[in-house]
């Protein structure tokens, strides 16, 4: 039921008020002055407050701007005997819904109850929106306790509340995007667009006019001007994923703008700005790329401010647990199933398999496995012939004459030189960190 409080020192004009907004259907609340109606909005919830103008204890129009303030989602509507321009301005700027003259608007009230009702309900279901798709994207939500997981949330919070550009990197499938999205959630530009384009998805010339926008005329089928990605994320964030598969003409012009924060659209003339902050992912070593001319090297130390490793899921076993049940409620709610257990076996199974899709591949696994199960819930025949006759073999070895085998003795050295700093052994080996650790991977080292 809608609330509305009124705020009124005359208590035969509150009390009539009252009556006449209680007969039609609004649930009403009452208050003498502005401490104690300000009390009552922190005690319960109000979709509307009517409150007169002068108080004994301060102005309604000063009041507005303290409760809109505090409580953004209620709407005010206020009262005066004696109509005045220069108050009911005010009263507007500081958020007043509307600004009503006893005795000569008193046909207005209620059907503005209505509408200040509806749409305090509307911004009440925004905020509430806003606030589920913030929880759903915040940091809280990335599933895993492992050490690997829990290192890379811990920089993606510290350099979140940052503008600084933020490089991902990590195997497809590992959740970059989702780390993405949570450092947006957690930033200062949180209430503005996250806007994301996967780089690997268009040519050269689609994938320019989508990141920079165009001009009407510009090309064949541009009938009108349209906004680019880098124009629909000012105030908020860009990001760009699989940045490694750019080309390197458009490069050279996203160089440009992240320099200058200045953009062309396509056919244009017209410089614009727009002030974003860029997130970036990628599974390829930028830095072996950008050494062999594949990937501009201005480009990657502009990009490589703050690096962030996602790590595999073969690198975190221990949270396909969680992960698996976490899936599993969110399928079995989705076709309208009763959460299903998950057998001893189904779940050994996952954790002994290599996950070369990473948590992609789970969560697709474990999709196919809520649709094909009975009640009984998950078990190891519902998992495909890979996973379920997958063997892990620790004891595997290489030749001592081959270079893989001289390779992983010179990786095992240097390790123990850095005492496991893997970033300080990379440079020391003069390969990405990403490479040291697919190598590490490899050869069965430890982490």
Not at 37 to 59: I, T
Not at 176 to 189: C, D, G, L, Q
Not at 236 to 264: C, H, W, Y
Request: aromatic share 8%.
């Amino acid at each position: 039921m809608t609330s509305i409080l009124i705020i009124d020192d005359e208590d035969k004009l509150r009390g009539l008020l009252a009556r006449i907004i209680k007969g039609e259907g609004f649930e009403v609340s009452e208050a003498s002055d502005l401490k104690s109606g300000f009390r009552k909005l922190e005690q319960q919830h109000f979709d509307v407050v009517l409150c007169d103008v002068k108080l004994p204890d301060g102005s309604g129009v000063e009041f507005v701007q303290k409760v809109k303030t505090a409580f953004p989602a209620v709407e005010i509507l206020l009262l005066t005997a004696f109509g005045n321009i220069p108050d009911g301005i005010q009263a507007m700027k500081n958020g007043a819904f509307d600004y009503i003259v006893k005795g000569d608007d008193n046909d207005r009230i209620i059907p503005l109850l209505y509408k200040a009702a509806e749409k305090a309900q509307m911004r009440e279901q925004i905020q509430n929106l806003q606030k589920q798709l913030g929880d759903r994207h915040s940091f809280d939500a990335i599933i895993g306790k492992s050490k690997p997981i829990v290192s890379a949330i811990e920089l993606a919070q510290k350099v979140s509340v940052t503008n600084s550009t933020v490089l991902l990197l990590g195997e497809t499938g590992t959740g970059k995007e989702v780390f993405a999205r949570a450092i947006h959630e957690n930033s200062t530009r949180k209430n503005k667009s996250f806007v994301a384009l996967n780089c690997s998805a268009f040519g050269k010339d689609l994938l320019e006019s989508e990141l920079f926008g165009y001009k009407q005329g510009a090309f064949t089928g541009a009938a009108k001007d349209k906004k680019g990605f880098i124009e629909e994320a000012d105030g908020g964030t860009l990001f760009l994923d699989e940045i490694g598969e750019m080309p390197l003409e458009l490069q050279a012009k996203l160089l440009r703008v992240l320099e200058s924060n200045e953009f062309i659209r396509v056919g244009d003339t017209v410089a614009r700005k727009s002030d974003f902050r860029l997130i970036a992912a990628t599974n390829r070593d930028l830095k072996s790329e950008s050494e062999q001319g594949r990937f501009r090297a201005d480009l990657y130390f502009r990009l490589n401010i703050f690096e962030i490793r996602i790590p595999t899921l073969r690198e975190r076993l221990k949270d396909v647990a969680a992960l698996a049940e976490f899936y599993v409620s969110q399928f079995s709610q989705k076709i309208n199933r009763q959460k299903l257990p998950i057998s001893d076996d189904f779940l050994s199974a996952l954790q002994q398999y290599s996950w070369p899709g990473n948590i992609r591949e789970l969560k697709n696994i474990i999709e196919r496995g809520v649709i094909l199960a009975s009640d009984e819930g998950l078990t190891p025949d519902l998992l495909p012939s890979e996973i379920r006759n997958y063997e892990t073999n620790p004891n595997k070895t290489v030749s001592a004459f081959s270079m893989a085998s001289v390779e992983k003795l010179q990786i095992r050295k240097v390790l123990n030189y850095t005492k496991g700093n893997k970033a300080e052994a990379a440079r020391l080996l003069e390969i990405g960190v990403a490479t040291l650790y697919r190598k590490m991977d490899e050869y069965g080292l430890e982490k």
